[in-house]
């Protein structure tokens, strides 16, 4: 009888932002996903040195977030823990959109950790956004593969309400205010963020990354674009 082939428990490294919990919902629920495959998935979440707090509190304090962010500004980060260190099959980089761009944590784990971290690894970005996530895609993707990492492939979940109700819900949003409980925008804009049935989606997308790499299957052919998703 030939031997039995070695196989070992395929591993997944979260590293990821959330500000508001939207990023944070989307990763459990395809943490699951991977799980119930029989992946072992292992979070770093980013702490930025100086919280930041949501909602921002004000307009002015809104605005001045936005014209920041717009220009890359770094947000500085703890430590990342001993576990960062060990051998994973995938990363998965999660964060927002802000401005256009990932997030300011996002931006300080790649300049001060991405020649240690991504060299020769695969990592699959999952970006949160209210809509506009191209610009943030296309810097992010440039980013990683100046630190020689493979991106076979993107996950990208807006919110769903249209515009402009959605970026004037998110604005007043994060100045504060609850637009969802308007009379008015409540019409048009039900809900800050993601919906039930996007975290769904997102639990099949785990299980879909989850089987691919159980069965070796590259990630660059699974199909992450849907109506829920980057529609």
């Not at 009379?183 to 048009?188: E, R, V």
């Amino acid at each position: 009888m030939a031997p039995m082939r070695a196989t070992h428990k395929k591993r997944v490294l979260f590293i990821c932002y959330s500000l508001s919990g939207q990023t944070n919902g989307l990763l459990l629920h395809l943490a699951a996903g991977m799980e119930e495959e029989g992946v072992e998935v292992v979070i770093e979440r980013l702490r930025p040195l100086k919280p930041i707090r949501f909602p921002l509190g004000s307009t002015r304090t809104t605005i001045a977030m936005m014209l920041i962010t717009f220009f890359r500004n770094l947000v500085p980060i703890a430590p990342l823990s001993e576990k960062t260190k060990e051998q994973y099959d995938l990363i998965i980089l999660a964060g927002p959109t802000w401005s256009y761009h990932p997030s300011g944590p996002i931006l300080s784990l790649l300049k001060f950790d991405g020649k240690r971290l991504f060299p020769n690894q695969t990592v699959l970005p999952v970006i949160s956004c209210r809509g506009y996530w191209r610009m943030h895609w296309l810097g992010l993707r440039q980013l990683l593969k100046k630190y020689s990492a493979r991106v076979p492939n993107k996950i990208v979940f807006s919110h769903p309400s249209k515009e402009p109700w959605r970026t004037l819900g998110v604005f007043l949003k994060l100045a504060g205010k609850n637009p969802e409980r308007s009379k008015f925008m409540g019409k048009f804009y039900p809900k800050y963020g993601h919906t039930s049935d996007q975290h769904e989606e997102a639990f099949r997308f785990g299980k879909m990354i989850g089987n691919a790499l159980t069965e070796d299957q590259p990630i660059e052919k699974l199909n992450f674009r849907t109506p829920l998703a980057m529609p």
